[in-house]
């Protein structure tokens, strides 16, 4: 501390009151940079969240409101998937059940009369355990 207080008496007039300008400048500064910004980030942080759990709400509120409509609800989408549920395909390997989905497709084309000139296959994806997903184009 001396040493500081030394140096002080030893600057001149015009700069201490440069050395307290610009202390009295950067005071402000660092309060902006280091309480204000983080005050401000965290009420925008806090903000986003009250609308997100006031969405949520909103959402939950609906379903307890639809509560007495889900059974029949429930019983019509079972019926509309059920003619789109995907179609299992045998086959030992991709290659194979390839084969047969390009048989699938050719014989749902000649059943509705459309005239194919190429079926293209995409590869194959792992769907888990032994199960593949096949695409055709």
Not at 14 to 20: E, F
Not at 105 to 123: M, Y
Request: hydrophobic share 45%; proline share 4%; net charge positive.
């Amino acid at each position: 501390m001396g040493v500081a207080l030394n140096a002080w008496t030893r600057l001149g007039t015009r700069d201490r009151r440069a050395v307290i300008l610009g202390v009295l400048t950067l005071l402000p500064a660092l309060g902006f940079a280091l309480v204000v910004q983080p005050y401000r980030r965290a009420r925008a942080e806090l903000r986003d969240r009250v609308v997100e759990q006031r969405g949520l709400l909103a959402r939950e509120l609906a379903l307890v409101a639809a509560a007495d409509r889900l059974p029949g609800d429930l019983k019509d989408a079972t019926r509309s998937l059920a003619g789109l549920r995907p179609r299992c395909l045998p086959g030992r390997d991709p290659l194979s059940a390839t084969a047969a989905l390009v048989g699938v497709v050719g014989d749902e084309a000649r059943r509705h009369s459309v005239l194919l000139e190429s079926i293209e296959s995409r590869a194959a994806e792992s769907a888990g355990s032994s199960l593949s997903t096949l695409q055709s184009r």
